[in-house]
């Protein structure tokens, strides 16, 4: 096989997989759906509840960005880390290959900001504090909807192994100067570490460098925390519009769901998967397919919409097109500088 031909095939399965990805999800929810009772579900989720739906969403957006702006430094202002952040999402909502991390750095990669390596390493711990929390909470949640002892001895591992995960990162940024010292002596005896390895270790350590501040360390996983509750409090409003009195410990089993469904490869904005991780959540509480898929489908739709219009207000401020940024993030290269 030719390498052109190779290359082509290659191109072609890394959008054929996530989007038959995100056509299997979907098909195994519609199997399950009477279509007639998904509609007239949605039809019940009046104005009021999508007003305070989306108030709730831009609430919670704004203590996510306030995370992520602590976790860079501040070295960028509120505005460009709220826009640049909503560009990710729009990378991830138009493209498959979850590419908006990366996009994310590389916006910020400009002479006056954070190198791409050290912006990347931000949104890394942005991540990990995100899978913890959405752990932690299914862990939580977990006894209410699974009895026996066997569950609850895995929640206590899972759980552990996130604490460990937290914890080593919080020790690399305490320690990142001894970790440079030693790099700085391994250079010496290998010219790839020194000119390749110890530079980028250099760049991403700095951008853990917040999680050596207790202080900040805190204010960042805290604003991450508040905003998850934001959502749980959003996801309330609209599910008791469609189920009278649920419980609230049920919004957060389900959204911690949705969230490890929407981290899973598929097509463009986790299509498919949020929603099939969310009718199997629901599923485990006694909660129809059909209640469960609307539910999932308007809570998708507002953040797709809203992160979208803030994403494209975002690449204009930085004078970038969509295609480019998904060009440079699929080669992770930054952007030419224009000469003085």
Known sequence: MSSQKFTVIKKISRWLIPLLISVLAFWLVFRNIDLSKFVSNLKRVGFEALLYATLLHFLSLFFRVFSWYILLGRKVSFKDAFFTMNAGYLLNNVFPFRLGEVGRALLLDTPEGPSALEAFSSVIVERVFDVFLAAVFVLIMLPRVLAGDAQQTIIYIAFSVAVLGILALYLIARYRKKILVWLERWGKKAAFIDRWVKPKAAQILEGLSVLSNPRLFLLA????????MLAFVQNFVVFRTLYPNPPFWWMIFVLSIGTFGIALPSGPAGLGVFEGAMVAGFALLGVDAELGFAHAIIIHAVSIVYNNIF?????????????????RAIRRSPKVQPQE
Do not use: K, N, P
């Open 221 to 228: 996983f805290g604003s991450l925390f508040i905003s998850w």
């Open 311 to 327: 994403g494209l207000i975002g690449l204009h401020l930085r004078g970038e097109a969509l295609v480019d940024l998904y060009q």
